[in-house]
Nanobody, 113 residues
Framework: QVQLVESGGGLVQAGGSLRLSCAAS????????MGWYRQAPGKQRELVAGISSGGGTKYAESVKGRFTISRDNAKNTVYLQMNSLQSEDTAVYYC???????WGQGTQVTVSS
């Protein structure tokens, strides 16, 4: 079955960096458009960044210039490099095969100011 496993979250000071990873299995990863979403307490889940099977990317306005999504099809893994982190970036981050019901379990990112 399809599994998505996120890692790399943690506690970081404002201005710091983290890199999230999402390892996929049970799917033909190279064919999938992938996305990173986040959900902060009391807020709706929102799309942070997406990457198509062809490598095209899109970002939420709030993270443009700070976050970079990338993929390694040989490793069935999608990454989210997060720089210049702000307290507003604190959330649980989820990996998703876009337009599917498949989600990871989430990884907590906490940015202290």
């Amino acid at each position: 079955q399809v599994q998505l496993v996120e890692s790399g979250g943690g506690l970081v000071q404002a201005g710091g960096s983290l890199r999230l990873s999402c390892a996929a299995s049970g799917t033909t990863f190279s064919f999938n458009d992938m996305g990173w979403y986040r959900q902060a307490p009391g807020k709706q889940r929102e799309l942070v960044a997406g990457i198509s099977s062809g490598g095209g990317t899109k970002y939420a306005e709030s993270v443009k210039g700070r976050f970079t999504i990338s993929r390694d099809n040989a490793k069935n893994t999608v990454y989210l490099q997060m720089n210049s982190l702000q307290s507003e970036d604190t959330a649980v981050y989820y990996c998703n095969i876009m337009r599917s019901e498949f989600w990871g379990q989430g990884t907590q990112v906490t940015v202290s100011s």
